[in-house]
C-alpha cells in the first residue's frame, strides 16, 4: 500500500457534510411531525366548525343550508357525524368509498358521513364519487382550508364526531365499516 492511499481519510469533508445535513433535515422533520400532532383535534376534543359548500349533486338531503347556501358542521350538533377526508387521485380511497356508502345507506337519518374532496379538482371528485357509487354529502376542499382546520397528515383520513360535537374517534389512512360501527355502538 502507498504511503498516499494510507494517509486519505475514510470520508471526504463533503461526505460529512451531507451526512450532516441529511441528519438534521430528518431531526427537523421528526420535530415538526410531533409537534404538528400537538395542535391536531384529538379525541375528547370539540370538533372545529366547518363551512360545506357542496359539490353539485352531492349536497345531503339533510343539510341545514343556510341564505348564503352554505352548511356549518356545528349545525350537526345532536347528530353523530363521520367526516372523512379523500382525494380522487388517492389510491387507497377506492377501497374506502364504498364501505364509507354502506354504513351510510344502513345509517342514513341516523349518523351523517360528509366527505372533504382535498386538494381535487370538482370535475374530478364528481367523476371519483359517481363511478364508485358514493350518495353521501361531499364538499370540495381546493384551497385547503378545511383540512388545514383539522390538521391532517394526508387522505384518507376519517373523524368520528359524537353528537355533543366532541371527537370521538379519528383515522388516519383507511377506515372500514366495522371500526365506524364499532365507534358509534361505543357512542349509543
Not at 21 to 43: C, E, F, K
Not at 74 to 86: K, M, P, R, S, T
Request: include cysteine.
Amino acid at each position: 500500500m502507498s504511503e498516499s492511499e494510507q494517509k486519505q481519510p475514510r470520508f471526504s469533508r463533503y461526505s460529512i457534510a451531507v451526512i450532516v445535513i441529511v441528519v438534521a433535515l430528518l431531526g427537523l422533520m421528526g420535530w415538526g411531525l410531533a409537534n404538528n400532532d400537538q395542535t391536531r383535534p384529538q379525541v375528547g376534543d370539540e370538533a372545529p366548525d366547518l363551512e360545506f359548500v357542496f359539490l353539485d349533486g352531492f349536497a345531503p338531503a339533510s343539510a341545514p343550508i343556510t341564505d348564503h347556501g352554505d352548511t356549518h358542521l356545528a349545525d350537526y350538533e345532536g347528530q353523530i357525524v363521520v367526516l372523512n377526508f379523500w382525494a380522487s387521485w388517492c389510491i387507497e380511497c377506492i377501497a374506502e368509498t364504498p364501505e364509507l356508502e354502506a354504513f351510510y345507506q344502513k345509517h342514513k337519518g341516523d349518523v351523517e358521513v360528509l366527505g372533504v374532496a382535498y386538494t381535487d379538482i370538482d370535475s374530478n371528485s364528481i367523476e371519483f364519487l359517481q363511478k364508485y357509487g358514493a350518495t353521501y354529502g361531499n364538499a370540495p376542499d381546493l384551497g385547503g382550508r378545511l383540512s388545514d382546520t383539522y390538521k391532517i397528515i394526508g387522505v384518507p383520513e376519517t373523524f368520528v364526531i359524537a353528537a355533543d360535537g366532541t371527537i370521538a374517534a379519528s383515522f388516519i389512512g383507511p377506515v372500514s365499516g366495522e371500526q365506524l360501527e364499532a365507534v358509534v355502538e361505543s357512542l349509543r
